[in-house]
């Protein structure tokens, strides 16, 4: 099973600045990766696949990037509505499908 | 637009079996490419994938739940369902239906099962 890990598991950004969360998988995955946003009491939402395509709707404040084992998701200027916690989650050799434990985004 | 919506009790009494469906609505499940499946939240923390379903295929288990899960396709009635069997409290989760092929694009609202007495 690959295992994906996030850091940090909280971020603290100011308003307006960028913010930079990273997921690594625990063994090559090429670009089968996507990022999701899930809000309080919200379902998660698909933000990227491809490791770097963004969804239907997503704002261009939102990059995702990496390959391999390493991958990033920037927002580039955090506003109030990207106070969520991020997930990413591999698409590589499934089953299983497995989603990292989240990376918590709040202001500083 | 496509929209899923999950469907059962929301309190399962210890070793019972937690018996959940997944309406779909604005597409047909037997005319897609795409997986149904679920994945469930435990309360504050992450997802985990439970089972998926392409509705003439196979099912896809969770190793690690495998052995008490059961997904399956009811094409006449356009919905999917779950039976996750012997619960215990760290069953206590939302559970999500959704829609995938690898990635996971469409999502219920997700529905609170709570396993207690």
């Known amino acids: 099973e690959i295992v994906m890990t996030h850091s940090p598991a909280t971020l603290s950004v100011s308003p307006g600045e960028r913010a930079t969360l990273s997921c690594r998988a625990s063994q090559s995955i090429s670009n089968d990766l996507a990022w999701y946003q899930q809000k309080p009491g919200q379902a998660p939402r698909l933000l990227i696949y491809?490791?770097?395509t963004r969804a239907t709707g997503i704002p261009a404040r939102f990059t995702g990037s990496g390959s391999g084992t390493e991958f990033t998701l920037t927002i580039s200027s955090l506003q109030s509505e990207d106070l969520a916690v991020y997930y990413c989650?591999?698409?590589?050799?499934?089953?299983?499908?497995?989603f990292g434990q989240g990376t918590k985004v709040e202001f500083k | 637009q496509l929209q899923l919506q999950e469907s059962g009790p929301g309190l399962v009494k210890p070793s019972e079996t937690l018996s959940l469906s997944c309406s779909v609505s604005?597409?047909?499940?037997?005319?897609?490419?795409?997986?149904w499946g679920w994945v469930r939240q435990p309360p504050g923390r992450g997802l985990e994938w439970i089972a998926s379903i392409y509705y003439n295929g196979p099912p896809y288990y969770n190793p690690s739940l495998e052995s008490r899960v059961t997904i399956s396709v009811d094409t006449s009635d356009n919905n999917f369902s779950l039976n996750l069997s012997s619960v215990t409290a760290a069953d206590t989760a939302v559970y999500y239906c959704?829609?995938?092929?690898?990635?996971?694009?469409?999502w219920g609202q997700g529905a609170l099962v709570t396993v207690s007495s």
């Open positions: 491809g490791a770097s």
């Open positions: 989650q591999h698409y590589h050799n499934w089953p299983p499908w497995t």
């Open positions: 959704a829609r995938h092929f690898d990635y996971f694009e469409y």
């Open positions: 604005g597409g047909s499940i037997n005319r897609s490419r795409f997986y």
